[in-house]
């Protein structure tokens, strides 16, 4: 998904770069359109670094001759026919009268007319500016468009008054523009704690015991997860994957290290995911020493915690949800954990089919609950993640009902 970031001149214009970031943290490309005022706060080659794509600074860009550059000239055609949203923060009051006028006299207004994208304005002022009538009556323009307004925080100004004029948290704007993107914010004031990945139990100095688990199912939990507005701690096994820089990441090796992350983390969650293949053997002795080859050799090997079982012992109000790796009786088995594991709901795949499962960018799963059986039939982790998340969200909204009632 791709994202136009309007920044006007303010001097809120710095947290626009923490507000790419953030889109960023989601899989989102943006591209930033200064105004000239903007560029006296903020240089343009600071947005450039962040978004890694080229700043729009003008209506023409001259490429240091005379004569405009026409591709540039007819540039906001070309941003308003490929952006998903476009949204204006810091945006001024001046910049709020020509959108809701309709004048368009330079990149950013030009653009706003010409895009069909939905639209998020996250206003920043003086208060007497943002009080005044003429502003009011322009906003309520705007908002009778469907134009979505971020509203301004309250509290002290840089111009030295108190009042309401602040440019409105950075989460809270990033939030309205996932929103503008169809991406549902119902996992908003949640902390999802999501294991991932194998883990390696160690045999001696270069060697380990570990399994085909990628971390995709898990990584995908975890972004789906910060999309749909939630705090994600990740604690990971190794993978080749970057974790996404939103989720608070704990990289761990082996199940013991695992569980000892988890116990940590557990009681700043309020829902748990395990998606993670962890060892259910782990090495009685590690040797200190690199093993000598053999004509044979004998491990002896321990149970290795259960991390499930032992986050059911310690949870509080948590939901947990686990995964199930099955190669046979598939249902029948995955009942068997979501009862003995004291589970509120178990995502079981058939690890036994090709091209799905571990490994892969694809899954086909069950999601089973107290009282339901969802079948999501084969598609990528990211829409698995997602199923999984609106079962969470369900089960969340029953436990509340209950709560509430009880
Ligand atoms: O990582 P990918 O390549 O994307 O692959 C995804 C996946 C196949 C690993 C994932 O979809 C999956 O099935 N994860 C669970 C794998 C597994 O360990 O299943 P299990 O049936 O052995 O364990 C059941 C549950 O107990 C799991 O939630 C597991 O995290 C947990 N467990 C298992 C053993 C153990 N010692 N401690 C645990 O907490």
């Given at each position: 998904m791709?994202?136009?970031?309007?920044v006007?001149?303010?001097?809120?214009?710095?947290?626009?770069?923490?507000?790419?970031?953030?889109?960023?943290?989601?899989?989102?490309?943006?591209?930033?359109?200064?105004?000239?005022s903007?560029?006296?706060?903020?240089r343009?080659?600071?947005?450039?670094?962040?978004?890694?794509?080229?700043?729009?600074?003008?209506?023409f860009?001259?490429?240091?001759?005379?004569?405009?550059?026409?591709?540039?000239?007819?540039?906001?055609?070309?941003?308003?026919?490929?952006?998903?949203?476009?949204?204006?923060?810091?945006?001024?009051?001046?910049?709020?009268?020509?959108?809701a006028?309709?004048i368009?006299?330079?990149?950013?207004?030009?653009?706003?007319?010409?895009?069909?994208?939905?639209?998020?304005?996250?206003p920043?002022m003086?208060?007497?500016?943002?009080?005044?009538?003429?502003?009011?009556?322009n906003l309520?323009?705007?908002?009778?468009?469907?134009?979505?307004?971020v509203?301004?925080g309250?509290?002290?100004?840089?111009?030295?008054m108190?009042?309401?004029?602040?440019?409105?948290?950075n989460?809270?704007?990033?939030?309205?523009?996932?929103?503008?993107?169809?991406?549902?914010?119902?996992?908003?004031?949640?902390?999802?704690?999501?294991?991932?990945?194998?883990?390696?139990?160690k045999?001696?100095?270069?060697?380990?015991?570990?399994?085909r688990?990628?971390?995709?199912?898990?990584?995908?939990?975890?972004?789906?997860?910060?999309?749909?507005?939630?705090?994600?701690?990740?604690?990971?096994?190794p993978?080749?994957?970057?974790?996404?820089?939103?989720?608070?990441?704990?990289?761990?090796?082996?199940?013991?290290?695992?569980?000892?992350?988890v116990?940590?983390?557990l009681?700043?969650?309020?829902?748990?995911?395990?998606?993670?293949?962890?060892?259910?053997y782990?090495i009685?002795?590690?040797?200190?020493?690199?093993?000598?080859?053999?004509?044979?050799?004998?491990?002896?090997?321990?149970?290795?915690?259960?991390?499930?079982?032992?986050?059911?012992?310690?949870?509080?109000?948590?939901?947990?949800?686990?995964?199930?790796?099955?190669?046979?009786n598939?249902?029948?088995n995955?009942?068997?954990?979501?009862?003995?594991?004291?589970?509120?709901?178990?995502?079981?795949?058939?690890?036994?089919?090709?091209?799905v499962?571990?490994?892969?960018?694809?899954?086909?799963?069950?999601?089973?609950?107290?009282?339901?059986?969802?079948?999501?039939?084969?598609?990528?982790?990211?829409?698995?993640?997602?199923?999984?998340?609106?079962?969470?969200?369900?089960l969340k909204r029953?436990?509340?009902?209950?709560?509430?009632?009880?």
């Amino acid at each position: 998904m791709k994202v136009a970031l309007g920044v006007c001149g303010g001097i809120a214009a710095y947290k626009a770069a923490e507000i790419v970031r953030l889109l960023q943290d989601r899989g989102i490309r943006v591209q930033v359109i200064m105004t000239d005022s903007a560029q006296e706060f903020i240089r343009p080659l600071t947005f450039a670094a962040l978004s890694g794509e080229k700043v729009i600074t003008g209506m023409f860009n001259r490429d240091g001759g005379a004569e405009p550059n026409i591709d540039s000239a007819i540039e906001h055609i070309a941003v308003a026919q490929s952006i998903d949203a476009l949204v204006i923060a810091p945006a001024t009051a001046d910049l709020i009268a020509k959108f809701a006028q309709g004048i368009a006299n330079d990149f950013l207004t030009t653009l706003y007319l010409a895009t069909t994208a939905p639209v998020v304005v996250a206003p920043a002022m003086n208060v007497n500016m943002w009080d005044h009538p003429a502003t009011q009556q322009n906003l309520g323009t705007l908002r009778k468009r469907g134009v979505k307004i971020v509203e301004p925080g309250s509290g002290y100004l840089a111009c030295g008054m108190t009042g309401p004029g602040r440019l409105a948290e950075n989460e809270a704007v990033v939030a309205a523009v996932m929103e503008a993107l169809g991406a549902a914010q119902d996992l908003r004031g949640e902390t999802v704690l999501i294991t991932a990945g194998p883990t390696r139990e160690k045999i001696d100095p270069v060697r380990y015991l570990s399994n085909r688990s990628s971390g995709r199912m898990g990584y995908a939990l975890a972004e789906a997860a910060l999309r749909r507005g939630a705090r994600v701690l990740l604690v990971s096994g190794p993978t080749s994957l970057k974790p996404p820089s939103a989720a608070e990441t704990t990289m761990v090796e082996s199940a013991k290290q695992m569980l000892d992350a988890v116990l940590r983390l557990l009681p700043e969650a309020s829902i748990v995911i395990k998606t993670a293949a962890v060892a259910d053997y782990t090495i009685a002795k590690p040797s200190a020493q690199k093993i000598k080859r053999a004509a044979g050799m004998t491990l002896d090997l321990e149970p290795a915690p259960d991390i499930l079982a032992e986050t059911a012992r310690h949870k509080k109000s948590q939901l947990v949800i686990g995964f199930a790796a099955e190669t046979e009786n598939v249902i029948e088995n995955a009942r068997k954990k979501l009862r003995t594991k004291s589970l509120d709901a178990i995502v079981v795949n058939d690890v036994s089919r090709e091209g799905v499962g571990f490994d892969s960018d694809r899954n086909a799963v069950t999601i089973l609950t107290g009282s339901e059986t969802i079948p999501v039939s084969e598609t990528t982790k990211w829409e698995v993640a997602q199923r999984v998340l609106d079962c969470v969200v369900e089960l969340k909204r029953k436990s509340k009902v209950l709560a509430v009632s009880s």
